[in-house]
C-alpha cells in the first residue's frame, strides 16, 4: 500500500476548496487502506479444498488406496469401514486448516479475491461513508464523496441527490481514469487531486456557485 504525503494531502485539499469555490458542490476525499477484510473468502476457499479431499478419494484407483493403507496398517491389515472414514475426515480436517491458514497472508488472499468480488466490497463500504460523512448534510443535497481503497487499488464516487439527478455515473469516468492511472504509477495522492479537479469540473457545469456558498464539508483528505 502506497503512502500518501503531507504534500499531497496540502494539494488535494487545495484542490477540493479550489473546486467547491468553482461550484455549488462539495467534496469530500476519503482514503482507506482496504475495504473489507475478505475473511469469508479464506473460508470458502478452504472449505472447497476440504471437499476435494472426499472427491479425490472417490477417483483414485482402489489399488492405490490400497497400497495406501498397507504403509500405514501393514500388507495384511483390512482396516475397517469406520476406520477408514476417519481417516478421511482427519484428511479433510487437516486440508482445511492448511488453506485457512495459508490464505491468512493477505497477498495470496487478494490474489485469489475475484474481480467482482473486490469492487462490490469497495462499492458498498464507499456508500456506507457516503451515508456517514456526506448523505443529507449540506443544505442543497450536493455532496460528493471521492473514495480511494489502496489494498484493492479501485476507486469510487458517490453524489448526493442534486447532482446525481444531474450527472450520469459514466461522466465521471474521467476522473476515475486519471485516478486510477496515477495509482499505477505509484501516485495515489496525485491522483486524488487531479480526479478532484475532474469533479470540480463537472460541478461546474451542473451546479454553479451561487452567491451564498458556505463551505459545508470538510476540505481536508480523511484517512480511515
Not at 467534496?27 to 472427491?55: C, E, K, N, Q, W
Amino acid at each position: 500500500m502506497l503512502p500518501i504525503s503531507e504534500a499531497e494531502r496540502e494539494r488535494i485539499a487545495a484542490a477540493v476548496a479550489k473546486a467547491e469555490r468553482e461550484s455549488d458542490g462539495e467534496i469530500v476525499t476519503i482514503v482507506a487502506p482496504r475495504s473489507d477484510a475478505y475473511h469469508d473468502v479464506g473460508l470458502h476457499f478452504a472449505v472447497l479444498a476440504m471437499l476435494l479431499v472426499p472427491t479425490a478419494a472417490a477417483l483414485v484407483p482402489q489399488s492405490w488406496i490400497d497400497w495406501g493403507t498397507s504403509l500405514v496398517f501393514g500388507w495384511n491389515a483390512a482396516p475397517g469401514f469406520r476406520l477408514l472414514m476417519l481417516l478421511l475426515l482427519g484428511k479433510m480436517i487437516l486440508v482445511f486448516l492448511i488453506v485457512r491458514y495459508a490464505l491468512a497472508w493477505m497477498p495470496l488472499r487478494m490474489a485469489l479475491t475475484p474481480k467482482g468480488t473486490k469492487h462490490r466490497r469497495v462499492r458498498r463500504r464507499a456508500v456506507e461513508l457516503f451515508q456517514a460523512t456526506c448523505a443529507q448534510r449540506t443544505a442543497g443535497r450536493t455532496g460528493v464523496l471521492l473514495y480511494l481503497s489502496l489494498l484493492e487499488r479501485q476507486a469510487e464516487i458517490v453524489a448526493d441527490e442534486a447532482i446525481h439527478s444531474k450527472v450520469a455515473a459514466e461522466v465521471w469516468g474521467e476522473a476515475m481514469a486519471v485516478l486510477v492511472g496515477e495509482m499505477k504509477a505509484g501516485r495515489p495522492g496525485e491522483g486524488m487531486a487531479q480526479a478532484v479537479g475532474k469533479i470540480g469540473e463537472v460541478l461546474a457545469k451542473c451546479l454553479p456557485p451561487r452567491a451564498d456558498n458556505p463551505n459545508e464539508l470538510p476540505d481536508r483528505l480523511i484517512e480511515i
